[in-house]
């Protein structure tokens, strides 16, 4: 019998508790099989702690899954964030690497918690940690959970909204990497590269200089995109030559991001073509 690929879905941009994400790759992975998935990709920031676990889940239920992280990176003053896909996760100088960028993740988060206790609010950097699971990168969400549990704000949108979102009063810049030497690691790793959730940001010049830094793709599909973005973004793609990607970047609900899951894919033709990529160079 002949698949249709076309007709098969991928969420390639999920989040788990190895990350700023609720969920395990167990659980992440039993919601997938519910929602009707036939191959996703745990990206999580800095890390990839949850893949040969989700590798395991995915073979129980017939999943595929694609090894996946989420780089932050800068380009001329402005982060952009790159996903990889079908690295080598084991490799000793990867890991290293993401080790040393969860490292940097920590200190900027002690110094957003020193700028609260500076406000007279009273949470320390073992009530931000208890957010998160083993390992995993530590990021603003976090804080922002830990605030919420603190009852200083009410919920997650406030938390940024008074303290945490850029430039508010304990916002403290994200030490990056280049998004060239990002896009460099994945490549050197086995893996494809593609600029996530570009949005209304990345345009014009600046994806064109992107693409000139060695970018393999671009996530087309992303709750954050309209029609117009995604028509816009796949004529970059066909003048270029360049991969697509997608998925809904789900983090478990925390976010209020429970109605995305299932939703937001690209069929799992697109996923081939990446193998394709990958097998023919």
Known sequence: MQINYDSLKADLHLHTFYSDGKLSPEELIQRAKLSGLDALSITDHDSVEGVEEAMHYGRINDIEIIPGVELSSEYKGQEVHVLGYFMDYKEPRFLHYLASFREKRLKRAEKMVERLNSMNIKITIDDVLSKARGNAAIGRPHIAFALMAANVVSNYNEAFFKYLGDNKTAYVKKPNISTAEAVKLISDTGGLSFVAHPGKTIRDNLIIE????????????????????????????????????????????????????????????????????????
Do not use: C, W
Request: proline share 3%.
């Open 210 to 281: 992107l693409i000139e830094q060695g970018v393999d793709g671009i996530e087309i599909i992303h709750p954050s995109h309209t029609r117009d973005d995604i028509a816009y973004f796949l004529d970059i793609t066909g003048q270029y030559f360049l991969l697509e990607s997608g998925g809904s970047d789900f983090h478990g609900g925390r976010m209020n991001d429970d109605l995305i899951f299932g939703n937001y894919y690209i069929p799992v033709s697109k996923v081939n073509a990446m193998k394709n990529r990958l097998f023919s160079n």
